[in-house]
Antibody, heavy 119, light 110 residues
Framework: EVLLVESGGGLVKPGGSLGLSCTAS????????MNWVRQAPGKGLEWVSS????????YYADSVKGRFTVSRDNAKNSLFLQMNSLRVDDTALYFC????????????WGQGTPVTVSS | QSALTQPRSVSGSPGQSVTISCTGT?????????VSWYQQHPGKVPKLMIY???KRPSGVPDRFSGSKSGNTASLTISGLQAEDEADYFC??????????FGGGTKLTVL
C-alpha cells in the first residue's frame, strides 16, 4: 500500500522558518517525481514545488521561489520542504503528493501537515 | 502561473448529468494532454479521478469522464449520486515539471 506521511507543521511567526518532511512507503520512492501542494483554509489547491527522480531537479511556484527549498533523501524514502521568510499567506495544509510514473498526474497524496503563520 | 478557471459551483439532481469546465491557456491546458481532475470531500485528501484528459484510475466509476477542446477541459459526471457531492479541482501541466490547479468547483447533489 502506498503511504505518504507528512510531519513538521506548526505555528510560526511571520519571517520565521519551518521544515516539513514526508516519509513514503509502499513503493520505490527513488523512481518517482515528488511534489508539495498546499491548500489554504477554505481555499483551493496550489502547487508549491516538485523534485524529479534521478537528477533531482527542483521547480517552484512563483509565490515561493527564493524562500522555499525542496530536497529528498532516497535512502530514507523522504521528501523535505524547507520554508524560510514565511508570510501570513503561506498558512495552509501542506500535502506531499506522488507523481504518476508517466508524469501526468498526482496519484497519491498524504494527509497533509498544517502550517500557520501568525504573529 | 495563473490558476485555471472553474465555475464556483454546479448542482444537479440524482441521476442527472453535470459538467464542470476548466479553462486555461495555450501554455497549460491547450499545450498538454496532461489534464487531471481531483475529488475532495470535506476534510479529506484529494483523490485522482481523471488523468491524461480522459483516463480513469482503477476503481473510479465510469460515470466520470473527461474531455478537452482547445484551452478548456471538462469533467462530466453522469448518473449523479449523493456521494458525488464534493469539491472538484482540475489540474494541468504548466511547463516542465510544474503544475497549475483550478480554483475548484463545489458540486451539490440536490
Amino acid at each position: 500500500e502506498v503511504l505518504l506521511v507528512e510531519s513538521g507543521g506548526g505555528l510560526v511567526k511571520p519571517g520565521g522558518s519551518l521544515g516539513l518532511s514526508c516519509t513514503a512507503s509502499g513503493f520505490s520512492f527513488s523512481a518517482y517525481n515528488m511534489n508539495w501542494v498546499r491548500q489554504a483554509p477554505g481555499k483551493g489547491l496550489e502547487w508549491v514545488s516538485s523534485m524529479t527522480r534521478g537528477t533531482g531537479k527542483t521547480y517552484y511556484a512563483d509565490s515561493v521561489k527564493g524562500r522555499f527549498t525542496v530536497s529528498r533523501d532516497n535512502a530514507k524514502n523522504s521528501l523535505f520542504l524547507q520554508m524560510n521568510s514565511l508570510r501570513v499567506d503561506d498558512t495552509a495544509l501542506y500535502f506531499c503528493a506522488r507523481e504518476q510514473i508517466t508524469g501526468s498526474a498526482l496519484d497519491y497524496w498524504g494527509q497533509g501537515t498544517p502550517v500557520t503563520v501568525s504573529s | 502561473q495563473s490558476a485555471l478557471t472553474q465555475p464556483r459551483s454546479v448542482s444537479g439532481s440524482p441521476g442527472q448529468s453535470v459538467t464542470i469546465s476548466c479553462t486555461g491557456t495555450s501554455s497549460d491546458v491547450g499545450a498538454y494532454n496532461y489534464v487531471s481532475w481531483y475529488q475532495q470531500h470535506p476534510g479529506k485528501v484529494p483523490k485522482l479521478m481523471i488523468y491524461d484528459v480522459t483516463k480513469r484510475p482503477s476503481g473510479v466509476p465510469d460515470r466520470f469522464s473527461g474531455s478537452k477542446s482547445g484551452n478548456t477541459a471538462s469533467l462530466t459526471i453522469s448518473g449523479l449520486q449523493a456521494e458525488d457531492e464534493a469539491d472538484y479541482f482540475c489540474c494541468s501541466h504548466a511547463g516542465t515539471y510544474t503544475w497549475v490547479f483550478g480554483g475548484g468547483t463545489k458540486l451539490t447533489v440536490l
